[in-house]
């Protein structure tokens, strides 16, 4: 009686989600190295799945060309909500709008499931080796023939592309590092491998508390309630100049039944609603921002748009 019991529960919990009623793990892809806002999220989001479907997740780190090695292959698995992932900003409205793209359309051959939250990026330097300002770095990327290195998550993730934007804004020769998430950048920008780093938030907070790194500024309009003290890069000394914060969302292939596509996004709506995921998402040093699978569709749609202008306008990146 016992076991039949629980089992019209677990079929209940599923509800019309019948391709979730399986006991195989759920798998999570995280196209980023392990220590960074991506892979945290991920991991929340994968622990309380695990308790409200009553299912195993495990999270796969699949890292490379700026987090859209680990999407691509999130579109070949089969579409029945058992594999998920994580993209974010880069990947998801920046690539598929730059010249020569791959033809991947993480739009068209991924389902939206939830936004997630939002991110803000941050420039930091080595307090020994790199600026104590923007307007230093500026002029120091300025001053000498090979310019100022900085490092960022990859090709034409959001915290690359920002830098190119602030080049083209100042004339400042910026050179571009490339690697494979925030993490592994900021563990070289600690070590003096690099002066300096756009990366997102998450990665940088604790060391920029602790005083290893130096936060120049954020390329948002306003401050983040997260860091009120850093300045936006306007503020910092370019007038002007802002760009909006990243954002993580949570995707499964094309071709998922809707079902279960609705009954995960609610899932995590009801997750991310709560105290403790709150506070959890805050040490990420982000901000919850979710959105059900509809409404996240309509905001992918409409910044790939803004994208696809802005780069138009953008002379090739490095």
């Known amino acids: 009686m016992r076991r039949t019991a629980l089992i019209l529960a677990m079929l209940a919990l599923a509800g019309p989600a019948a391709a979730q009623t399986s006991q195989k793990p759920i798998e999570i892809i995280v196209p980023f190295a392990p220590g960074a806002s991506a892979d945290g999220i991920a991991r929340l989001i994968g ?6 479907l009553g299912r195993p997740v495990t999270i796969e780190n699949k890292a490379g060309a700026g987090g ?14 058992d594999t998920l992932a994580v993209g974010a900003t880069g990947a998801l409205v920046i690539s598929p709008n730059l010249p020569g793209a791959t033809g991947f359309d993480p739009l068209r051959e991924l ?12 420039v930091v330097a080595n307090p020994d080796s790199g ?3 923007i307007a230093e770095m500026i002029a120091r990327a300025k001053q000498g023939p ?15 592309l920002v830098m190119e934007f602030l080049k083209k ?14 993490a592994p950048a900021v563990t070289d920008l600690l070590g003096g491998q690099i002066p300096l780093a756009s990366v997102d938030l998450t990665s940088a907070l604790p060391h920029i508390a602790a005083g290893r790194l130096i936060a120049l500024g954020v390329p948002s309009a306003k401050r983040t309630s997260l860091a009120p003290d850093i300045p936006t890069i306007a503020e910092a000394g370019v007038p ?16 998922t039944p ?7 996004s609610a899932t995590i709506g009801e997750m991310l609603a709560t105290p403790d995921a709150k506070a959890k998402v805050k040490l990420l040093a982000a901000e919850a921002a979710y959105a059900d699978d509809e409404t996240f569709a309509a905001f992918l749609a409409s910044e790939s748009a803004r994208w696809k202008e802005a780069l138009a306008a953008m002379p090739a990146s490095n």
């Not at 859209?68 to 909500?81: M, N, Q």
């Not at 389902?111 to 941050?122: D, T």
């Not at 002007?240 to 071709?255: E, K, Q, S, W, Y």
């Not at 809707?258 to 995960?264: G, K, S």
């Open 111 to 122: 389902a939206p499931v939830a936004k997630l939250i939002e991110i803000p990026i941050v």
């Open 146 to 160: 090979n310019g100022l290195s900085y490092g960022s998550t990859g090709v034409n993730s959001g915290q690359h």
């Open 240 to 255: 002007g100049f802002a760009r909006a914060a990243g954002f993580i969302g949570l995707f499964a292939p094309a071709g």
């Open 258 to 264: 809707r079902p279960v596509i609705r009954r995960l």
């Open 68 to 81: 859209t090695l680990g999407l691509v292959a999130l579109a070949k698995a089969p579409p029945d909500g």
């Open 169 to 182: 804004a100042t004339g400042a020769n910026l050179v571009h590092v490339p690697y494979r998430g925030s």
């Open 47 to 52: 622990q309380d799945l695990g308790l409200r």
């Open 131 to 133: 600026p104590k300002t």
